[in-house]
């Protein structure tokens, strides 16, 4: 049966093994004469401690022909050749794009896991937190031999309802379209762009998949994304998002479990996406986003959906005249506002093998563009230069009166260093206040902590509001506790640390009483985030009470399993949840 089913994976028409090869290797299939068998190429034959394969150091042995290219006395007896020929054809991958460094630990990919009741180890879960908790995050389906940043493993939701004080587990993937034709095919089909490409290896890889796109095996029009960032919840829809696609539309069942119902195709151009995080107007219900075009003008286009959720038409925004990496935005009552960062895409680094797509460029100065809301270009979009502020993520922002505007982002110190060496990289958590009238821009420093990945009250989104709660850095995403800045006074007020060993991700605010807040109980309610002992290897699920001086925990949830460390969660409150429309 085991054989009957690999020779029919093999046979698949989307599969081409990805089992990378050294040039020797490589070679004996191209000189067939007088040459052994094709050689059975191992993917993996190793496991390390973390049970994560990695590469073999096992020498090649070389074909006839080969050897007597190389003579007999060829230094490939020595060290120096294979170092040589394999720098050419599969260069060493740099620690932050390999798989069996970064994949290790508590970063390690999980199975699915069906609905599972978890016991309350610890305080009480609260009547009024009913619902479900969602996370989601990278989870390689597949792990390959090649390059694989962390930021690039398909996206896995990691969900726990909470109803009369009962707690249900559960993950399921995101089944993508890259998910399912990779998982159909029983390995990678799509190269990991992001990731870079570091060799001849790869760039074989990338010819293998344009072939298979050329061939009809693969529609690019139906997406290659990941939906491994965030969630958002807008036009009665509960949507996975990753900023390469667009979003895919999930359903929580009664029972506890997700299902991915599809892809939101509300835009059928080829390579059609949509940022990660959308904001929504909670006066109007309209929702603003844009979409990020690395490869083709214009780069950036803003859009937005209207209360039932039609798409207007799109704006593309011309003043950015490169592919600069904008990974989050604002809306206030009037405008949106896009931060340029010092980072870029570049196609010639993909193309010549170069490593990453993205490029940092000390000599660009970061800016600030403020554009209205329901512009129809971006004619009269005005520009501001912020020496020194790369933003991250956008919390929020507001308009006091008609000439200032105010916002609320952490900001990447040594954001070069963004992608290959996180450790090195502090985020601060920033007030910026911007002039519209003189153009006068200053900057508060709100906390000298690494703070990243938070949330405020989502019913304050786009207006004045006091408190946001932010994770504590150790190696974003993993965090060492969480904290409430006052943004009033400018001042941390409350924190909680998780303890040695233990880490959490990002501090999630969730209101006491659903969406429905009064302005004088901003921070009434809890704040919800999974947590992993690395001592004991066990993770919980925590609930904290949003005002108590030190975010007391309210509640602790005992997983049935680990939980890898993710990205951006949300909450969705029972009423959306039984409101739900599906495709």
């Known amino acids: 049966m085991a054989n009957s089913l690999s020779q029919k994976k093999k046979h698949h028409p989307l599969y081409i093994s990805t089992k990378r090869m050294d040039l020797m290797n490589y070679l004996s299939l191209k000189i067939s004469y007088n040459c052994p068998p094709k050689p059975k ?30 003579g ?9 050749a294979p170092s040589l020929f394999t720098n050419i054809i599969d260069r060493p991958l740099h620690p932050s794009v390999d798989p069996k460094h970064v994949f290790t630990g508590n970063f390690a990919p999980v199975d699915e896991l069906g609905p599972t009741e978890c016991p309350v180890v610890d305080g009480k879960l609260p009547d009024s937190l009913t619902g479900m908790y969602i996370r989601n995050g990278p989870n390689p389906q597949h792990m390959p031999r090649g390059p694989l ?30 998910y399912k034709l990779e998982r159909d095919a029983g390995g990678q089909i799509f190269p990991n762009v992001f990731s870079g490409f570091y060799g001849l290896a790869d760039m074989v890889q990338c010819v293998a998949s344009t072939a298979r796109v050329l061939m009809g095996h693969v529609n690019l029009k ?23 696609d667009l979003p895919y539309i999930i359903n929580c069942t009664r029972e506890g479990d997700i299902e991915t119902l599809g892809r939101w195709d509300f835009d059928e151009e080829l390579f059609a996406s949509m940022t990660a995080h959308p904001k929504t107007d909670m006066t109007t219900k309209e929702t603003f986003a844009f ?32 592919p600069t990496f904008i990974h989050d935005f604002a809306i206030t009552k009037r405008f949106a506002i896009f931060s340029e960062t010092q980072l870029a895409v570049s196609a010639a680094n993909v193309m010549l093998g170069k490593g ?18 329901y512009a129809t270009s971006d004619a009269e979009m005005k520009w501001f230069n912020v020496p020194g502020f790369n933003a991250m993520h956008v919390f929020n922002a507001w308009e006091n009166g008609e000439d200032e505007v105010v916002l609320i982002a952490t900001n990447a110190t040594s954001i070069e260093n963004l992608f290959l060496k996180v450790d090195m990289v502090h985020t601060s958590l920033e007030k910026v206040r911007i002039n519209l009238r003189t153009g006068n821009v200053s900057r508060n420093i709100l906390s000298a902590r690494n703070l990243e990945l938070g949330s405020i009250n989502s019913s304050y989104i786009g207006k004045k509001n006091r408190y946001v709660f932010v994770g504590v850095g150790k190696e974003i995403p993993k965090m060492q506790g969480v904290v409430k800045i006052d943004l009033e006074k400018e001042i941390e007020v409350s924190r909680r640390f998780y303890g040695p060993g233990c880490f959490g991700g990002e501090p999630l605010f969730v209101p006491r009483n659903g969406d429905h807040v009064d302005a004088a109980d901003e921070d009434d309610g809890f704040v919800v985030t999974y947590i992993h002992d690395e001592n004991y290897g066990e993770s919980k699920f925590l609930v904290m009470d949003a005002k108590s001086p030190n975010l007391d925990i309210v509640a602790a949830v005992k997983l049935p399993r680990r939980v890898p460390y993710g990205f951006h969660g949300l909450f969705v409150h029972e009423e959306n949840h039984s409101n739900q429309k599906s495709l």
């Open 72 to 80: 007999t006395n060829s230094s490939y007896n020595t060290k120096s």
């Open 149 to 178: 940043h962390f930021f690039e493993g398909d996206g896995m939701l990691h969900s726990m309802q909470l109803s009369k004080g009962r707690a249900i587990y559960s993950s399921r993937y995101v089944k993508t379209y890259k």
């Open 356 to 373: 990453m797509p993205t490029v940092f460029d000390p000599e660009k100065v970061p800016r600030i563009g403020i554009i209205l809301k």
């Open 222 to 244: 139906k997406g290659f994304g990941l939906a491994n960032t965030s969630l958002a919840f807008f036009s009665s829809k509960l949507l996975a998002l990753g900023e390469s």
């Open 291 to 322: 979409k990020f075009s690395p490869f083709f003008s214009p780069h950036h286009t803003f859009f937005r959906f209207d209360a039932n959720g039609v798409k207007q038409k799109d704006v593309p925004i011309l003043s950015i005249n490169r």
């Open 41 to 70: 190429f191992t993917y993996y034959n190793h496991i390390n401690e973390q049970n994560i394969p990695f590469r073999s150091s096992q020498k090649p042995k070389i074909c006839a022909p080969i050897q007597s290219l190389m």
